[in-house]
């Protein structure tokens, strides 16, 4: 259950601008999704076109960031993650090869990558004689971005400031380096939305409960949501007003351990962070 103290909140800023006003090592995790620039190359063939409000492509969605971004940008991550804690950075194949020699020039060192293979709905398997059902499993999942071949996965990139050790928790330890999780579709998916399952799985290997969750690059807020069911506190940001709406509207009907409704989101840094 969602902790009592646990304080979850979106900001209005830039990614830089956002983690330049947290003191150094007073994040416990950083979990992200950010809008690298690949992503319209592979809009601009067409093959990207799952926006809020129109299935068009060639529709507003989110401003990207050239790869002369990150350097400076895995410098502040590292600056304000505590010690021996993890980073998650979601990306493309041609994104990851371009980043991960940022990730080590900041000071981090790189753990094995995860996959995610997104996979459709979990639809029932039957017997073909009698109609009987014998297991579940998941439908294939939609085809992704890219050409000659679309893509049916994506990188989790996992960077590590010092040594982390393993969870206690067994089942938390034994999670698999790729892992099925249902993708995000339909016309009221914010761009590029990731699972709250996805977000869980990472989360759950790499804090503990109470700690700080960090999305510089927030988007639709599902890291959030996964922050409160695993009760984690949770700061995010992101240069759109859309994406603050969003998570503000996910959030109504949470609740904490004693039933009160989580307050409204007000705009400014917690006090946790100055503590």
């Keep these: 259950m969602p902790s009592l103290q646990a304080k979850h ?8 601008a956002g983690l330049r006003e947290l003191d150094a090592e007073s994040i416990s995790l950083i979990v992200t999704d950010p809008p690298y620039s690949s992503l319209e190359k592979w809009r601009n063939m067409g093959t990207t076109t799952r926006l809020a409000k129109s299935k068009q492509s060639s529709n507003e969605w989110f401003p990207t960031v050239p ?16 010690r021996d804690s993890h980073m998650y950075v979601m990306c493309d194949e041609e994104t990851a090869d371009a980043l991960k020699p940022m990730i080590r020039d900041a ?4 753990r094995k990558s995860v996959i995610w293979h997104k996979v459709g709905k979990i639809e029932p398997v039957t017997c073909p004689r009698c109609g009987t059902l014998v297991t579940e499993r998941h439908a294939p999942g939609a085809p992704g971005m890219g050409y000659p071949y679309r893509s049916s996965y994506e990188f989790v ?4 400031k010092g040594k982390r050790s393993p969870p ?5 330890r034994n999670f698999q380096d790729v892992v099925d999780v249902q993708w995000i579709k339909g016309g009221d998916a ?10 869980e799985i990472l989360i759950a290997q790499s804090s503990l409960p109470g700690d700080l969750v960090v999305d510089p690059f927030s988007g639709s807020g599902s890291c959030g949501e996964a922050a409160f069911n695993l009760g984690r506190s949770f700061l995010g940001f992101d240069v759109k007003q859309e994406a603050l709406d969003y998570f503000e509207h996910r959030r109504q009907g949470w609740r904490y351990e004693d039933g009160a409704e989580a307050p409204p989101v007000t705009g400014g840094i917690f006090d946790l962070l100055g503590e």
């Design 9 to 16: 909140e979106m900001r209005l800023t830039d990614a830089m």
């Design 157 to 160: 990139l996992l960077a590590e």
């Design 67 to 82: 790869n002369s971004y990150f350097g400076p940008f895995f410098a502040e991550c590292y600056r304000v993650l505590a």
């Design 190 to 199: 914010y761009p590029t939305e990731k699972p709250v399952r996805l977000n």
């Design 107 to 110: 000071g981090f060192g790189l």
């Design 168 to 172: 206690e928790d067994k089942s938390v």
